[in-house]
Every structure is written in C-alpha cells, then in structure tokens.
C-alpha cells in the first residue's frame, strides 16, 4: 500500500494538532524535496533528522523533529515516525546546540554507522562524499536493499556481500547495466571532462578504453628482485650498480616495503611474500606506484598527463614530453604560463619508474612505453579515473 498524500496529511494534522502543522510542513518539504513519501527511506530520515536539520533548517529543531514525526506516523510510517522522538535524535540534535558542528556531524556518523542501513565500501567501489546523480541513485538503492534484509530479520546479514551484488547485478528497471557500470561511466565521464580542452581532448579517447577492468600482467625485473631475496634470504646493498636496478631496489623497499634493512643487506618482507605469490597484488601495487595517492595535484596532473602520452607506445624524447606535459597543465590553469622545468620533477620521475620496472625502454634522447607498460599505464589512470570524490576534511 502506498503512503497517504502529503497534502492529505498536513490537512488532518492542521485539524487534528494545528500547533504542529506548521513545522511538520517545513520539515516534510525539506526531508522529501517534493517527491512522494512513499520513496522516503530509513537513511533519508536519519540524514535529514541528524544532519540537514540541524544545520540547514532554522527554528526549533527538536519541536520540527517531533512534528515531523506526527505527520509520519498518520502516514502510518511508524517506524521512522519513532526515529523522530528517538533518544538517538534528541542526543544528536543536543550535541550540535551544546558542542558545535564538527561534534555534531560525529555523532551523526557515528549513529547513521550503527542502523545497518548505510552501503560499506566494497572492492568495487570506494563511495563519494560528492556524489554525482548515479552514485546517489546506487547508494540510495543499495540502502534500501539493506534496510529490507534487516527488516526481514536476517541476523546474519553480510552487508558487504548485499552490497556487492545489488552494485554489479544487471537490473531490469537500468535496462539490463548494473549500478557499478553507471556509477564507473559517471566518474569516467567527470574525469575526461576536467579542465581546460587540452587536457579533455587528451583524454578523451581514454573514456571507453579505461571502462573494462585492465588484465594484470607479469613485472618481472620486480618479481626477479624478490624471488632472489626471498631464495638468497637477503641481498646485499651492493647488488644493484646500474641506475635502474638501484631505483627498483628503491621502490622495492620504501615505497611498497617488500624489502627490508638488515644491516648491509635487504631481506624480503611479509609484503614482499604476498606480491610474489599474488601476481593481482604485485600489478595492483605496481600500477599504485605511478600516480601515487598523497601527492600535491599539480604533481599528478602532469603524472597523468605524462602517462596519457605515453600510453600509445610513441617514441618520445623527455624534452618533449615534458614540453607536451607543461602544455596540458598549463591550460588547466594551474600555472598562468607553465614551463617545461616545472613540471621536469614529476615527468622525470614517473619515467625513472617506469624504466626501473621494465614498463618503459629509453634514456636521455627518447622513452617508449613497452607493452606490459601501455596495460600498467591504463590501469593506473582507470583507479585514478574512478577514485571516489571527497572533501578535503574527508581524506
């Protein structure tokens, strides 16, 4: 049975309980936004009532909670009608007047965690903070989808596992494509779009190559670097005297920690084990390596920028690159007129990466990627692609 019109229930309370009818219309205009009530879910509820509410709507908070619970429950919404006068509510919505609105948003976080209803994160997919009208649609979906399992009693409910099949199951009412396919097109969509026309014209005829999963290939100057730690137990510092070896060594050590110091050797790590053993970890870390997370953005615009060149397999010499680089960046805007030196730290070190993990070939006249790094260079724009967006604060 749908749920009674909003109209028609404002209209009985306005009889019924007049000095409430006021603050239930507010309240139900800013928790529906003018659809019908009957698509109004539990996480709808509990984010207008701990989060929009106290700092979006003005007046008496608590009495707009309660009033909005009245119109609620002659709806016959009874259960988020109760959410309305909840202690859970109450708390919250004291915490914000008594504490402010970083511990306020806290304890919102930390009660919308604890109904169930709130989608986890899953292999496939990160969630946005910032969600574009796809992810919202999937992460609206799949709350319902949890709050129906919880509803019906399941005491032994893998939210990750629910999660993961209503993303990537085909849907009738999507024609057939999954959620995950909408929200990955969304973000490829966003990302191809970013700013300035020379970087979307670059990367434009990246948005239907990156859309599939990139297959994970062999590295071997890696996977020879720690099969020999692992068999010799340690390796000398002195082993490695070629400038590509010494940097492999390098990343090996500090960047992925599969190596570590003893003394004047390096001995393979638990870390180390695992990629040897796990050929999709040893290419997830790999390709991790170069458009690394925690760098300043202009420093991985002009890795990313580096990689899109690159990724044909065209002979390039650096200095080209890194005028084709500062070309791209600089119509971005990042720099009003970028130069090639400025982006020489980033684009020289990418390309130092990639020659130390056999993803490249060249020296100081020319660089081409090799075929495992055309793959590896279309993997790591595709997780760079497809990165959820968050607010700053949010990591």
Same mark, same amino acid.
């Given at each position: ?72 429950? %002659?709806? $016959? /919404?009874?259960?988020? *009608? =109760?959410?309305?006068? +909840? ?9 914000? &007047? ?123 100057? %890696?996977? $020879? /670097?720690?099969?020999? *730690? =692992?068999?010799?137990? +340690? ?9 590509? &070896? ?130 590896? *260079? ?18």
């Amino acid at each position: 049975m749908s749920a009674p019109d909003v109209t028609a229930l404002l209209a009985e309370l306005e009889r019924s309980e007049p000095d409430l009818a006021e603050e239930a219309r507010t309240a139900v205009e800013w928790l529906t936004g003018g659809d019908p009530l009957e698509t109004v879910t539990q996480l709808d509820v509990c984010e207008f009532l701990w989060y929009t509410l106290p700092l979006k709507v003005g007046g008496d908070h608590e009495r707009l909670a309660r009033s909005l619970g009245r119109l609620l429950h %002659l709806g $016959g /919404l009874r259960r988020y *009608a =109760a959410l309305c006068v +909840s202690p859970t509510t109450q708390q919250i919505l004291q915490t914000y &007047a008594r504490e402010g609105e970083d511990a306020g948003t806290a304890a919102y976080q930390e009660a919308l965690e604890a109904t169930g209803v709130l989608p986890p994160d899953v292999p496939e997919l990160q969630w946005s903070t910032i969600m574009g009208p796809e992810e919202l649609g999937a992460h609206v979906a799949c709350s319902a989808a949890l709050e129906l399992a919880i509803l019906a009693g399941d005491d032994d409910l893998d939210r990750v596992a629910l999660t993961r099949r209503w993303l990537t199951e085909p849907r009738g009412d999507l024609g057939g494509d999954s959620w995950l396919n909408r929200v990955h097109g969304e973000r490829l969509n966003r990302w191809v779009l970013g700013r300035g026309p020379a970087r979307r014209e670059l990367a434009q005829p990246f948005e239907v190559r990156l859309h599939a999963p990139v297959p994970a290939q062999q590295i071997p100057p %890696l996977h $020879g /670097l720690l099969s020999l *730690a =692992a068999s010799e137990e +340690s390796l000398p510092l002195r082993l490695a005297p070629s400038p590509e &070896a010494l940097r492999l060594r390098d990343l090996a050590e500090r960047e992925l920690s599969a190596l570590r110091r003893d003394g004047a050797r390096l001995s393979i790590t638990a870390v180390g084990r695992r990629l040897l053993l796990s050929p999709d970890a040893m290419w997830e870390a790999v390709t991790r390596l170069l458009l690394p997370k925690g760098e300043q953005e202009f420093e991985l615009a002009a890795r990313e920028a580096a990689l899109m060149l690159l990724a044909d397999g065209s002979l390039i010499s650096p200095a080209e690159l890194r005028r084709r680089v500062a070309e791209v960046v600089g119509d971005e805007g990042w720099h009003p007129a970028t130069e090639p030196g400025d982006v020489a730290k980033p684009v020289d070190d990418l390309v130092g990466r990639l020659t130390a993990l056999g993803l490249a070939f060249g020296d100081e006249l020319a660089v081409r990627m090799s075929r495992v790094g055309h793959f590896a *260079a279309l993997a790591a724009l595709r997780a760079h692609a497809l990165r959820p967006r968050q607010y700053v604060s949010a990591g």
